[in-house]
């Protein structure tokens, strides 16, 4: 009866609009925080963020006939309701039900962190604003566009892009080589947002770029909580909010910040998720616990399906599980054995489902594929690996498993060095995926230092009064946000600006909604769309702030028709002028015989008597 109460409540909620926006988020995350999997809130948030960002991505591998409730609200209500059956059939309910509130400590408080570092870095993406100033703020980056595109045919189409036919004979859409983890927990959110349905390419534009916001908040805080729920720092409150402090800068204003404004979120999700496997690893006191392996299997899984190279980091990671080698750390009854055999093979499963995924990519070898560049401190890198390793030396003998850390950067460092000479033997330097690699070496190596500093500070900390002890850590915890560069802004006047890569970034983000570019008024052009497909957009817009093969990649996302054909043919608008509009809009059309040229309605007649009364049937305005 309680389980059905619960559930009905929440299937009504969602069905009538009471539980979307941020009503639906905070009652979702209520939800998953009252699952009783630990006594202590980080650790709750730590299972959860594993367990979510990982495990979820597998409902949208198929088909599922849920678009009228979607697959958010039915898994909220399931959820609703398994939680009340829990305490509902138990003879004394009242105990249950005060085993879902979590147990607090001061340590706890610095939570609000990455909560509130994460809100006020991602400003731009969640505040309101128009479409056109959204697609302004997110032309700053060209990855952008991609992501945009793979999470928004998962919403139109309800599954991964690989999942899906060839939208005609002889194509191939352009992501369906990509894995999507993180673009179906996007697609989760924005669902959980906006609702399960295409609400119109205004919200849906804008609810994304809420979504990846919140995905990035909700990584920093998981890394965050896994830090706070280890055993050091819970003897020793003191250590939390340094730790906090420097974990939400690595993500959120140094080298993470530089990939979520680049464009690759992603990418800072899954140098996330590599970290979260390093503090579920460590405390763990059993070898074979069923939910420990299945957040680890999750964390694995949604990195192999984010960005699987970082599995080269995940790995040596998660072998930490099994240090320090003694057989009563093996130790389990039947029950356990089989459940923790089971998620094993899921995990397996999962990662050869990747894998064939990953097979379909259409290159000799996509390694050596330079996508552009991505900005690496070397130094920084350098001095993070080194830190690790020092500190583990240290630790050898009283920590062996924190000890055992000193084979992440071990293993980056060779990776890295496979990589470089890899690109270097083809293109004779470093390009996009050797960058990329050390960028996210960098994130990890400085977002897990913390963990061997905790417990080499484990019982020496000396004891302190609260007051005190709070006064300095929040003082401490400042000076770490520093670390990357100066936040501190309005000191313009007098020669002194921020410095850190996510203050800068908001910046930039903050004056391009201000100012859009000419070429974002393609959102609010295409909504009267009438044209055959396939359709490419040419146009060099007046102030020349966006590439021309942008804005027709941007146009392909919208109109959920980019395939790898069509990439080919959107890479032809190189424009230099206005005058070459003409000329690029009839090399198309002589390259595909069923394309159609889109251009801006003011230009259409003009273009149209530029290539002749052959081709101008086939040039539209928008």
Not at 13 to 37: F, N
């Amino acid at each position: 009866m309680c389980a059905t109460f619960a559930a009905d409540a929440v299937l009504l909620g969602r069905m009538t609009g009471v539980l979307e926006g941020g009503v639906g988020l905070v009652v979702a995350t209520v939800l998953v925080l009252l699952v009783p999997t630990s006594r202590e809130l980080p650790r709750r948030i730590l299972l959860a963020g594993c367990l979510l960002l990982g495990w979820s991505q597998v409902l949208w591998w198929w088909p599922l006939p849920v678009d009228a409730p979607g697959r958010v609200t039915l898994g909220l209500a399931v959820l609703a309701a398994a939680l009340a059956a829990w305490v509902g059939v138990s003879e004394r309910p009242r105990d249950r039900a005060r085993r879902l509130r979590p147990r607090l400590r001061p340590a706890d408080l610095a939570l609000v962190l990455p909560v509130g570092i994460g809100t006020a870095c991602t400003g731009p993406w969640l505040a309101a604003k128009t479409p056109t100033q959204t697609l302004g703020m997110l032309m700053g980056g060209w990855d952008n566009v991609a992501h945009f595109s793979m999470v928004h045919m998962i919403r139109r189409f309800g599954v991964s892009v690989d999942a899906l036919p060839p939208p005609t004979p002889g194509t191939t859409w352009q992501f369906a080589s990509y894995p999507q983890g993180f673009h179906t927990v996007a697609a989760g959110v924005t669902e959980l947002l906006i609702g399960p349905r295409d609400t119109g390419l205004g919200p849906e534009l804008t609810a994304y770029t809420r979504a990846m916001a919140l995905v990035v908040i909700a990584v920093a805080t998981t890394v965050v909580a896994g830090f706070c729920a280890l055993p050091a720092v819970r003897r020793h409150a003191v250590l939390a909010a340094p730790g906090a402090a420097f974990i939400s800068g690595v993500f959120l204003l140094g080298p993470g910040a530089l990939a979520i404004g680049g464009g690759i979120a992603n990418f800072a999700v899954a140098c996330g998720l590599v970290v979260a496997v390093v503090l579920l690893a460590l405390p763990a006191v059993r070898v074979v616990s069923p939910l420990t392996l299945a957040a680890i299997g999750g964390a694995v899984v949604g990195i192999a399906g984010t960005w699987v190279l970082l599995l080269a980091l995940a790995g040596p990671a998660v072998l930490v599980l099994v240090l320090p080698l003694r057989r009563n750390r093996w130790r389990a009854d039947r029950t356990r054995v089989a459940v923790s055999a089971a998620i094993v093979v899921a995990v397996l499963a999962a990662l050869a489902h990747i894998a064939v995924v990953l097979a379909q990519v259409d290159a000799a070898n996509p390694l050596t594929i330079d996508g552009g560049r991505v900005h690496v401190d070397f130094g920084l890198v350098v001095a993070a690996a080194l830190a690790i390793i020092g500190i583990g030396v240290a630790l050898v003998r009283r920590h062996p498993r924190a000890a055992g850390l000193m084979a992440v950067p071990v293993a980056a460092a060779a990776v890295a060095a496979w990589l470089i000479a890899l690109q270097v033997a083809a293109n004779g330097e470093i390009t996009y995926y050797g960058l990329k690699f050390l960028l996210g070496a960098e994130i990890v190596l400085f977002a897990a230092l913390p963990v061997p500093v905790a417990c080499l500070l484990d019982r020496r900390v000396p004891p302190v009064g609260r007051l005190r002890g709070g006064l300095a850590s929040c003082v401490v915890a400042l000076a770490l946000t520093q670390v990357f560069g100066l936040t501190v802004t309005g000191l313009a006047g007098i020669g002194i600006g921020p410095e850190a890569p996510g203050v800068t970034i908001i910046a930039n983000q903050e004056q391009a909604i201000a100012d859009p570019p000419a070429a974002a008024d393609l959102v609010r052009r295409i909504g009267g769309l009438d044209a055959p497909l396939p359709a490419f957009w040419v146009d060099l817009a007046g102030d020349h702030r966006v590439s021309p093969i942008l804005a027709s990649q941007w146009f392909l996302a919208f109109t959920d028709t980019w395939t790898l054909q069509a990439n080919a043919v959107a890479s032809l608008t190189v424009l230099h002028a206005p005058a070459d509009v003409p000329a690029v809009a009839e090399r198309i059309l002589l390259s595909r015989p069923d394309a159609v040229v889109i251009v801006r309605n003011e230009d259409a007649a003009a273009v149209r008597r530029a290539v002749g009364p052959f081709l101008a049937p086939r040039i539209a305005g928008l």
